[in-house]
């Protein structure tokens, strides 16, 4: 029972440090994002904020960002484009696999933000990601360095790359070469059935074209954001395994 307590007071202590970090930055945060706001959850809190993204951009960019109260667990956010009161999701491309969320850094290869880290890098990183989708519309090809999902061994999927690269973008091997002329003839000698059904045997029987906001994040967004978040355990996939791992729960 004491260890059960100590256990229970280190993670409050945890989450009490963590959330006041959040907090004290809001201040700079607005100065830098006007209008941003942290919004209380029971399992840490959210980051509300807009981007213009460039100036005299004639749409604006919407963050909500899911910040967990343990370090252990990356944020989760979910980006739109707001436009004469219209409010459209931004992806599918380079969103996280299948809740369409921001896949705008690598925390392991990139390193480029960790949580606890300062709010308006991590808003700088969201905004950059937005303006490259901006980049994909209009030159109809991604800018820059990207990452693929792996498959079982841990290589790089192949379903993934043919469906998600074009031909003229970077390969993801680290060759800098295009990926047209690189990975792209050894991933058409794969036949397409067997690594979709392998793909989705890996995924709940999802493809990649499958990936979408939850219900409640678009709904909330579509409704001005008035409303409070839907809670975070229910949309945060790695904080609910997270949380029933700490729990002991299977």
């Known amino acids: 029972m004491r ?7 280190s993670r409050s202590q945890r989450r009490i440090s963590l959330a006041g970090n959040y907090a004290g930055q809001l201040e700079n945060v607005q100065r830098a994002y006007p209008g941003a706001t942290l919004l209380p959850d029971d399992h840490g809190v959210w980051l509300l904020a807009r ?33 004469d009161g219209q409010v459209e999701w931004i992806g599918p491309r380079h969103t996280n696999f299948p809740d369409g969320s921001v896949c705008a850094y690598h925390p392991m290869l990139d390193k480029a933000w960790s949580p606890g880290s300062d709010l308006c890098t991590l808003l700088d990183l969201y ?12 030159f109809d090809r991604w800018p820059g360095r990207q990452y693929a999902m792996l498959d079982e061994l841990g290589q790089a999927d192949p379903y993934y790359r ?38 989705k045997s890996r995924n709940l029987g999802l493809g990649i074209f499958d990936r979408a906001p939850p219900a409640e994040i ?33």
């Not at 749409?59 to 909500?64: D, M, Q, T, V």
């Not at 905004?127 to 209009?138: E, F, N, P």
Request: a neutral charge; hydrophobic letters at 40%.
């Open 3 to 9: 260890s059960s307590l100590l256990e229970y007071r």
């Open 51 to 83: 981007s213009q993204v460039i100036d005299g951009l004639s749409r604006e960019a919407i963050f909500l960002i899911a910040l967990p109260e343990t370090p252990a667990v990356e944020p989760r956010g979910w980006a739109f484009w707001q436009q």
């Open 127 to 138: 905004s950059v990601w937005a303006l490259r989708q901006l980049h994909l519309v209009v």
């Open 162 to 199: 043919l469906t998600q690269f074009k031909e003229a973008e970077l390969c993801n091997c680290g060759s800098n070469r295009r990926y047209g002329e690189c990975c792209r003839p050894h991933d058409l000698k794969l036949p397409f059935p067997s690594i979709l059904h392998a793909f």
């Open 218 to 250: 678009a709904v909330l967004i579509a409704e001005g954001g008035q409303n409070p978040p839907p809670p975070m355990l229910g949309v945060h996939s790695t904080l609910r395994a997270h949380v029933a791992d700490v729990r002991g729960n299977p």
